[in-house]
């Protein structure tokens, strides 16, 4: 059994592609039964990749989509995540890029499991939460970096200044719960840039 990768995507270009992507993603998983039989249903990336024209067999596309919308108020961005197996569905990327060659991709990528954890948003235009905070008593929540910091600040009781704070407390806090068996570990991590 795979380790799952969710990946939230923003797609950006001219309206007519985006428009296009962006109806054929509805009418697929507004369908009835899938394109291809597969495991996965209707929203089957093999699925898109057949009304792409390519080769489910041929292209990886393990893992399937959802949560399609577009951005409130401007018809040149759709949103949707994906449920991959390992790692983002790259090979299925570069065929909507082939289909659609004026659109951009934007993603964040997360299976901590396999120490994915990374966006190609460079300016955080479309994820700005690029930290992730796991509480364990509290389950892990995304935060922005200054929100990273403002909560940690409110766990330790003083400011917390920095990343290189940040993970110093977390490693005392840690390193204290392991040595008293303890269940009050907090983990970071930071969404690597690429």
Not at 2 to 19: H, L, Q, S
Not at 47 to 60: A, I, M, Q, R, T
Not at 91 to 100: C, D, F, G, P, T
Not at 146 to 163: C, I, M, Q, T, Y
């Amino acid at each position: 059994m795979p380790n799952w990768c969710n990946t939230n995507y923003a797609v950006r270009g001219p309206k007519e592609e985006i428009d296009k992507l962006f109806d054929t993603m509805t009418e697929l998983q507004n369908m009835k039964e899938p394109l291809v039989r597969n495991g996965f249903g209707v929203t089957w990336l093999g699925c898109l990749v057949k009304k792409l024209g390519g080769d489910p067999e041929n292209v990886y596309c393990r893992g399937s989509w959802s949560e399609l919308r577009r951005k409130e108020g401007d018809d040149t961005v759709i949103f949707f995540n994906t449920e991959h197996a390992w790692s983002r569905p790259e090979e299925v990327e570069e065929l909507i890029m082939k289909v659609y060659p004026a659109l951009e991709t934007f993603y964040l990528e997360e299976e901590l499991g396999m120490d994915i954890f990374q966006t190609n948003d460079v300016y955080q235009e479309f994820f700005p939460e690029t930290i992730i905070i796991d509480e364990e008593s509290d389950g892990m929540e995304y935060y922005t970096m200054e929100d990273a910091l403002k909560r940690l600040s409110e766990l330790k009781g003083e400011p917390v200044n920095n990343w290189e704070e940040a993970e110093a407390f977390c490693k005392g806090i840690n390193d204290a719960q392991d040595e008293n068996s303890g269940d009050g570990h907090i983990w970071l991590h930071k969404a690597d840039i690429v």
